[in-house]
Nanobody, 111 residues
């Protein structure tokens, strides 16, 4: 299993970013994928998850209505569209599938 996150960066409050998680090494469409994040000094927390076929999605209360998780099984990729970003969204964002982690991508929300 190999997961590679991308799309992080520095954005102003209220801005948007789209993260991508490219997967390989397993039957991607058969497995749920989750996005987690970890801020400095805090525990890693679940942000959003999507089922294998993509019909079921769930979100942390802190991001509901602002973040959208989606997947393209033809491209073996999961996305996290993040809108109305807040400084408290600053963290390293990781994707997880089959209990494997990517290397993470840094998101910094600051003016």
């Amino acid at each position: 299993v190999h997961l590679v996150e991308s799309g992080g960066g520095l954005v102003q409050p209220g801005g948007s970013l789209r993260l991508s998680c490219a997967a390989s090494g397993f039957t991607f469409s058969s497995y749920a994928v989750s996005w987690y994040r970890q801020a400095p000094g805090k525990e890693r927390e679940l942000v959003a998850a999507i089922s294998g076929p993509g019909g079921s999605r769930s979100y942390a209360d802190s991001v509901k209505g602002r973040f959208t998780i989606s997947r393209d099984n033809a491209k073996n990729t999961v996305y996290l569209q993040m809108n109305s970003l807040k400084p408290e969204d600053t963290a390293v964002y990781y994707c997880n599938a089959k209990q494997n982690w990517g290397q993470g991508t840094q998101v910094t929300v600051s003016s």
